[in-house]
Structure formats: C-alpha cells, structure tokens
C-alpha cells in the first residue's frame, strides 16, 4: 500500500502542476483571463443582479482553474456576456385556478473566446429557473433565488467553457 501511494503522489503532482488538468475536470491550457461585468438588458431590471451574477460567474471560474484575471484584450481567454432575461411565471396552479407556484426565469447571453484554440469559442444563451410558492412575493425570496440560479448559471457556464459538457 505504501509503495502505491509513493507512485500515484509524484504521478498526481505532476499532473496537477502541469496546467493542461485540474481535479474539476476542466482542461485549462492558458494562464490569464478577462471576465466582462455582465450587462442587464433584461426588461425587469434588478440593481443587484448584474454584480451579483457577474461575481458568481467570476468566483466559480477563477476558484476552479486557477488562472489569473486581466483586464486586457490579450487575456487567453475572455468570457462576455449580457442578462438578457429576468421574468416571474406563474408555474402551478390549484383546482380553483389560483396560483399555487410561481417560477423566477433568469437568462445569460454568453460570448466565450479561447484565444489559444479558436475551436472552442461559443455563444450561447444559457438559462436557469426556481420555482416559489405564490403567497410570496417575489421581493421576499428574491435574495435566495438569486443565489442558486446564480450558482447554477456559473457552473453551467464553467462547465461549457473549461469542461466541455
């Protein structure tokens, strides 16, 4: 047993300084990144959502590869992007025909340039939801939802650009 963690440990140093793999499975080759503030072109604005989006995307992004941010047009790759949609639905209803579920909808437009392999770039649109019971008010839970549509819009955004899913 001892003799096979002598061989896998300099077997996983290597591999985990080499910067072609990370243990998240993403293949990362370039070292420097420049991530846009996400522009709110949603009708229904929120104030808090631009910043709070773009710094989920940023936070997932950068603790996941270890690259570097830049602000500079010569960054390896560069991730832009605009909301492009925030809407409440209702998605339930009771027997009387009242709302009995709403659902909070929110859409990222995404523009993703890998500058060392052209191949890879991608634009695409990419949307999440959580429902919420019709007594709230949307203001109520706002915060919250934000949150996890927010965590499950970064790692949807991740995984396309780093992990290939």
């Not at 605009?82 to 009771?94: A, K, N, P, R």
């Not at 060392?116 to 008010?137: C, H, I």
Request: overall charge positive.
């Amino acid at each position: 047993m001892r003799r096979l963690l002598l061989l896998i440990f300099p077997i996983l140093l290597l591999c985990s300084g080499c910067g072609v793999y990370s243990f998240t499975g993403a293949s990362i080759e370039g070292k420097t990144i420049n991530i846009h503030t996400f522009e709110n072109r949603a009708r229904n604005v929120v104030p808090t959502l631009s910043p709070s989006l773009t710094t989920k995307i940023r936070s997932r992004i950068l603790t996941q590869t270890g690259l570097t941010p830049v602000t500079t047009d010569k960054a390896d790759y560069d991730i832009t992007g605009t909301i492009s949609g925030y809407e409440v639905t209702v998605s339930g209803v009771t027997n009387t025909q009242q709302a009995s579920q709403n659902r909070l909808t929110i859409s990222i437009s995404v523009i993703f340039k890998n500058k060392l392999n052209e191949k890879a770039d991608f634009t695409q649109t990419f949307t999440r939801f959580a429902d919420f019971p019709a007594s709230q008010t949307v203001q109520s839970v706002e915060g919250t939802l934000i949150e996890t549509i927010g965590n499950q819009l970064a790692d949807d955004i991740f995984n396309k650009a780093f992990v290939n899913w």
